[in-house]
C-alpha cells in the first residue's frame, strides 16, 4: 500500500531532552513537510524539503531541526531548545511542486514532554 | 503567514446541507484545498479548486470560489453522522509548496 508512515503514534518524553520523529512515505514525492497542530489551531508549517540534501524553514522553526538524506524519509529532531514542545506534529509529501501535485499526510505523532 | 479565517463550530441535522466558510489572505493564491481531519487522526484531502474557477462539485460536495471576496465555501449535501469532522481550509502560498491552514471549522452532525 502506498502511504506516509509516521512512528510512534505517541511519544513521551522528559523536558530537557531531544527526540526524533519519524516519517517516511512510498509514494515517490520529492517533497516532504512537517506541520504542528496546537488544540484549536491550524497547521503551521516546521520545515519543508523539495528535494534530497535541501530543506526550508517554515513559519516556526525555531528549536527544531531536520534532514533528508533520502527520498523517503524526513525525520525531524525536537529540540531541548522548543519551549512548548506538546503538540500534534504532521507530516506531508507531495509531488514536484504544488497546486495538484496535493499535499497528503500521515496519520500524526503525539508528542507530550513531562 | 497571514490568517486564513473560518467559523469555529458548526452543527446541522442528519441528511440537511452544511455550508463551512472560509476567507483566505492572499488575492494571489492560485489553488485552495478542503482538508477533513477526524479525531486523533491526519488529514484527508476532500478537494481543491483552481483559482480561475467559480465552482467545483464533486459527488456531495461543492465548492463555490469568490475571487473579489476571497471567499471560499465547501457545500456538504446530504450531511452524514460519519460527515462529523474538523474541515480545514487551505491557500497554496507563493512558495509553491507550503499551505497556509485556517484553524479549521468543526463540524457536528446530529441525528
Known amino acids: 500500500d502506498g502511504g506516509i508512515t509516521q512512528s510512534p503514534k505517541y511519544l513521551f518524553r522528559k523536558e530537557g531532552q531531544n527526540v526524533t520523529l519519524s516519517c517516511e512515505q512510498n509514494l515517490n514525492h520529492d517533497a516532504m513537510y512537517w506541520y504542528r497542530q496546537d488544540p484549536g489551531q491550524g497547521l503551521r508549517l516546521i520545515y519543508y524539503?523539495?528535494?534530497?540534501?535541501?530543506?526550508q524553514k517554515g513559519d516556526i522553526a525555531e528549536g527544531y531541526s531536520v534532514s533528508r538524506e533520502k527520498k523517503e524519509s524526513f525525520p525531524l529532531t525536537v529540540t531541548s531548545a522548543q519551549k512548548n514542545p506538546t503538540a500534534f506534529y504532521l507530516c506531508?509529501?507531495?509531488?514536484?511542486?504544488?497546486?495538484?501535485?496535493?499535499?497528503?499526510f500521515g496519520p500524526g505523532t503525539r508528542l507530550t514532554v513531562l | 503567514g497571514e490568517d486564513v479565517e473560518q467559523s469555529l463550530f458548526l452543527s446541522v441535522r442528519e441528511g440537511d446541507s452544511s455550508v463551512i466558510n472560509c476567507t483566505y489572505t492572499?488575492?494571489?493564491?492560485?489553488?485552495l484545498y478542503w482538508y477533513k481531519q477526524e479525531p486523533g487522526a491526519g488529514l484527508q484531502l476532500l478537494t481543491y479548486?483552481?483559482?480561475?474557477?467559480d465552482m467545483k462539485q464533486d459527488q456531495r460536495l461543492t465548492v463555490l470560489l469568490n475571487k473579489k471576496d476571497k471567499h471560499l465555501s465547501l457545500r456538504i449535501a446530504d450531511t452524514q453522522t460519519g460527515d462529523s469532522a474538523i474541515y480545514f481550509c487551505a491557500e497554496l502560498e507563493n512558495s509553491g509548496y507550503a499551505l497556509n491552514f485556517g484553524k479549521g471549522t468543526s463540524l457536528l452532525v446530529t441525528p
Open positions: 492572499d488575492s494571489s493564491s492560485t489553488y
Open positions: 479548486i483552481f483559482s480561475n474557477m
Open positions: 506531508a509529501s507531495s509531488g514536484a511542486g504544488g497546486g495538484t501535485d496535493t499535499q497528503y
Open positions: 524539503s523539495q528535494i534530497v540534501n535541501d530543506f
